[in-house]
């Protein structure tokens, strides 16, 4: 598609005739389509967990290598999401999004016929990176192609497909191992990406239009590399510093990451000043309000461990098998997957209070929990119905909370660096992931001790569930100042958030 064409498309969703706003027919088709790039990603973090078994039993993977299998997606997938909104921004969000989908179906298939572990790493961090060029797309696109009035109904549903890619990929690659497709085993969790790119390159391309920034540039290649390092000195670390016991390179990377963070802010801001076209636009960065909900995003996902710590307690505490702990998280998932299509009915009574509102439910949630489990008896399990109950205000309340939270951070610039700030907000999401993992795990591990018993890992769990839901109090906190701050010329944009 040519870049008039290209330009067009961009200008079609913010041209105004006769008071109302223009917009893209088929933008629910091409939202379809793109949503494919919002559920890839989630769904093999999540399908390769219960893998892991059959992969080191094949494959001989060591413990590093297993935990490599991992966090080599997820690190390289944080690192480059901001790239990747940015090269959407610049060369077409359509044309980056299927560039991204070929490579990541490259990358599937490296997995699926891996021979040693060391192959499957690189495949798996091949997938990470373009999964960072596929999923900030969707994001980015709703800004650019719907009206105002549909953002909200499109970023719901954008929310419920993370709560049904944690369901599916639990569940999918459990059945995928069972069933034994064709002598498989657990490498058909990899190659079932095959078939769904192909698919969505065959309808996606006849009917995605384009839309990028009205002035396509050179890409930041300075401020691309510089990012990289800066994430990568604050995610390696913190995936990998705990497990290694902390050694003096993990510290050293950490104390490099303020210095590496001004030099690349200083990079961009001189370039912006010499007319060029900066990976992160300073201008964008000091959008009113922009800081504050992007330090919410970070609290947001605080819960990012609480389900391998909670795991840890039902199989070792309570001695439950694999099934029937995965069986407990159902009800999350069933929250999670029903919060964000909630969210437009409670916007017509809250507004934009149900950011705050879906996050408040999670901390009553968490305490609730908190206080379930240190009323049971150690080594017994909680009541059923209470447990269920519990884990749904859980999910509900992240999946009410999180359409609003990336409309609140996306909608503060134009939609032609929706990109940009997309790739921002989906690594700072990354960020508080790994945040949790080091931070609340370390207090885990650190109540824990040496000591392995129920009552031991009890008293860790709650100890964990409790800081988690003491960040998610100040994540509430933070959103209902931020709201009630704004200045009445954006009481209307706040109310639509």
Not at 31 to 38: M, N, P, Q
Not at 51 to 60: D, F, K
Not at 438 to 460: E, H, K, N, S
Request: glycine letters at 12%; hydrophobic letters at 55%.
């Amino acid at each position: 598609m040519s870049a008039t064409t290209c330009e067009a498309a961009v200008l079609r969703t913010s041209m105004v005739r006769d008071g109302h706003e223009l917009s893209e027919p088929r933008r629910w088709t091409m939202f379809v389509i793109l949503l494919v790039g919002t559920f890839l990603p989630p769904l093999d973090f999540f399908i390769v967990n219960v893998a892991l078994p059959s992969i080191r039993g094949e494959l001989g993977a060591s413990s590093s290598a297993e935990q490599l299998v991992i966090s080599s997606y997820a690190a390289l997938y944080a690192v480059t999401l901001t790239t990747g909104g940015r090269l959407g921004d610049l060369f077409g969000r359509g044309r980056v999004f299927f560039i991204g989908l070929v490579g990541f179906a490259a990358a599937s298939t490296l997995c699926g016929f891996a021979w040693s572990p060391w192959v499957l790493v690189s495949g798996r961090a091949l997938q990470g990176v373009t999964a960072a060029l596929i999923a900030p797309q969707a994001l980015a696109s709703v800004q650019a192609i719907f009206p105002e009035k549909e953002k909200p109904l499109a970023l719901s549903i954008y929310g419920a497909i993370f709560g049904l890619a944690a369901v599916v990929g639990q569940a999918l690659g459990g059945v995928l191992i069972a069933l034994d497709l064709m002598g498989l085993g657990w490498r058909a969790i990899f190659l079932i990406n095959l078939p769904v790119a192909m698919l969505v390159l065959l309808f996606g391309i006849p009917v995605l239009k384009e839309t990028r920034a009205r002035e396509a540039s050179r890409l930041d290649l300075g401020g691309m590399a510089l990012s990289m390092l800066t994430l990568g000195a604050l995610l390696l670390p913190l995936i990998k510093g705990r497990e290694a016991g902390w050694p003096l390179w993990s510290w050293l990377s950490l104390a490099g990451v303020p210095l590496l963070a001004w030099l690349f802010g200083r990079y961009e801001t001189r370039l912006a000043r010499a007319g060029g076209a900066p990976l992160l636009d300073p201008v964008a960065l000091r959008a009113p309000g922009l800081g504050r909900s992007l330090l919410i995003a970070l609290l947001f996902y605080s819960i990012g461990n609480f389900f391998q710590l909670l795991s840890v307690y039902l199989q070792e505490a309570l001695l439950m098998t694999a099934l029937q702990a995965g069986l407990v998280f159902l009800p999350f998932g069933a929250g999670f997957l029903l919060g964000p299509l909630s969210t437009p009915f409670l916007r017509r009574f809250c507004g934009a209070y149900v950011n705050p509102l879906g996050m408040g439910l999670e901390v009553v949630g968490f305490l609730g929990l908190a206080g379930l489990i240190a009323a049971t008896s150690t080594g017994a399990q909680p009541t059923p119905m209470p447990l269920a109950a519990l884990l749904f205000l859980i999910g509900f309340g992240q999946g009410l909370a999180l359409p609003t939270l990336m409309r609140m951070v996306t909608g503060r610039v134009a939609p032609a660096l929706s990109g940009m700030i997309a790739g921002i907000a989906s690594s700072t999401l990354q960020v508080s992931t790994a945040l949790s993992v080091a931070v609340i795990g370390g207090i885990f591990y650190q109540v824990l001790g040496a000591r392995t018993d129920p009552a031991a890992i009890t008293q860790a769990l709650i100890a964990a569930i409790l800081c988690i839901a003491c960040c998610l109090a100040a994540g509430v906190a933070l959103s209902i100042t931020l709201l009630q701050q704004a200045s009445p010329a954006h009481g209307e944009a706040n109310r639509r958030v």
